[in-house]
């Protein structure tokens, strides 16, 4: 079975725990989303994990296409945008700015427990490939100090924090930089 499969069914995008965690992210950023669409964003946004072999590797951005595209037929142009513009890779190769369902998803990342994730992305096999990913020589100047001891660490637990601590951060920074995302 396929990496992205495995994800999406007990892995760190699980069906039946990422999208109540986006949720989360989204009332931790903005209250409550009483808006029924947004529900079907947060539901759909990653399902064209599906059958990929790799997370992050080469052609992962595509991912957000087919979750985009039953959006739109489900739900119109504007909660289709969200989903395309939750994946910052995308958006960096198609020149768009990350929509607000993206700072929701990254602070999904930020508020599920160590306790939970780590043993859900270990069992789906992504475990080993994020921790490599977010070692490589690209991503080290986006951490702190403490971030990157942490990130550097063997133990899953401390890579997580450390990783989590980054994430939190730039959402952050995205928060105050980019109002217009911030407010809609």
């Known amino acids: 079975m396929k990496l992205g499969t495995k ?3 007990w892995g760190a995008h699980a069906f039946f725990l990422h999208p109540f965690m986006v949720a989360r992210g989204w009332w931790h950023l903005w209250g409550a989303p009483r808006d029924p669409k947004l529900w079907i964003c947060f539901l759909l946004h990653d399902v064209g994990y599906l059958g990929l072999d790799e997370m992050d590797g080469e052609g992962s951005e595509n991912h957000v296409r087919l979750g985009a595209e039953i959006v739109r ?7 289709s945008d969200e989903c395309y513009r939750h994946s910052r890779l995308w958006c960096r190769l198609n020149g768009r700015t990350i929509s607000r369902l993206c700072l929701a998803d990254k602070m999904a990342f930020v508020l ?5 994730y780590l043993p859900m992305a270990n ?3 992504e475990l080993q490939e994020y921790m490599d990913r977010s070692r490589e020589q690209k991503q080290l100047a986006s951490y702190s100090v403490d971030e990157l001891r942490l990130i550097r660490s ?3 637990t401390e890579w997580l924090s450390g990783l989590q601590m980054c994430t939190y951060r730039w959402v952050q920074l995205q928060m105050v930089a980019s109002p217009q995302v911030a407010l809609k």
């Open 112 to 116: 599920t427990p160590a306790w939970l």
């Open 123 to 125: 069992a789906s096999g």
């Open 7 to 9: 994800s999406l069914l």
């Open 154 to 156: 063997d133990c899953p």
């Open 73 to 79: 037929r489900l739900c119109g142009d504007r909660y």
